[in-house]
Antibody, heavy 123, light 110 residues
């Protein structure tokens, strides 16, 4: 059974860079037909897609975050990561990682998801 | 990109059916049969309920069904149960190869 687990600092100072890693277990991150995504949810608000990466390194980003976001993959460790620069209080959220199934016939969907990790931006 | 539009809340009595709408544009919902739906209970991670507009993953009750007409997708929950009380989000692929979520709908079982 595939499982994903987010890890990283729970507190980041304003203007600094938020860095999180998602460790995949029970399956290979190098599997074809899958992207690996980051999604966030500010407290009491809705879901926001941050971006997705293929094991080859191909990425897609939310246009509203593109200038500040970098998603990378480490196939040797079965992990993928997100970095968000110049953070402000508005970046305070629960950050989720998820496997994204994608093909031109059926489209895309996120399943399973990690449990999520709360990152607070505060001095 | 703009979030897909969902009603803030929908309610129904046990046993009834409810429908949640998800309105986008011809560049996302209307352009592809790539709509998925997620259920989120408080403090929990979202759970996939529907993919490819109307397909159900293994283990999801057949009380959940999806459809689409034009730029609007819909999730119907029939035989409403107490455990269906949760937040629901739609999601779509877009013509820019990005992904977008809906604004979210809180379902209340009266």
């Amino acid at each position: 059974q595939l499982q994903l687990q987010e890890s990283g600092p729970g507190l980041v100072k304003p203007s600094e860079t938020l860095s999180l890693t998602c460790t995949v277990s029970g399956g290979s991150i190098s599997s074809s037909s899958y992207y690996w995504g980051w999604i966030r949810q500010p407290p009491g608000k809705g879901l926001e897609w941050i971006g997705s990466i293929y094991y080859s390194g191909s990425t897609y980003y939310n246009p509203s975050l593109k200038s500040r976001v970098t998603i990378s993959v480490d196939t040797s460790k079965n992990q993928f990561s997100v970095k968000l620069s110049s953070v402000t209080a508005a970046d305070t959220a629960v950050y989720y990682c998820a496997r994204e199934t994608w093909n031109y016939v059926s489209g895309n969907w996120f399943d399973p998801w990690g449990q999520g990790t709360l990152v607070t931006v505060s001095s | 990109q703009s979030a897909l539009t969902q009603p803030a809340s929908v309610s129904g009595s046990p046993g009834q059916s409810i429908t949640i709408s998800c309105t986008g544009t011809s560049s996302d919902v209307g352009g592809y049969n790539y709509v998925s739906w997620y259920q989120q209970h408080p403090g929990k991670a979202p759970k996939l309920m529907i993919y490819e507009v109307s397909s159900r993953p293994s283990g999801v009750s057949n009380r959940f069904s999806g459809s689409k007409s034009g730029n609007t997708a819909s999730l119907t929950i029939s035989g409403l149960q107490a455990d269906d009380e949760a937040d629901y989000y739609c999601s779509s692929y877009t013509s820019s190869s990005t992904r977008v979520f809906g604004t979210g709908t809180t379902v209340t079982v009266l």
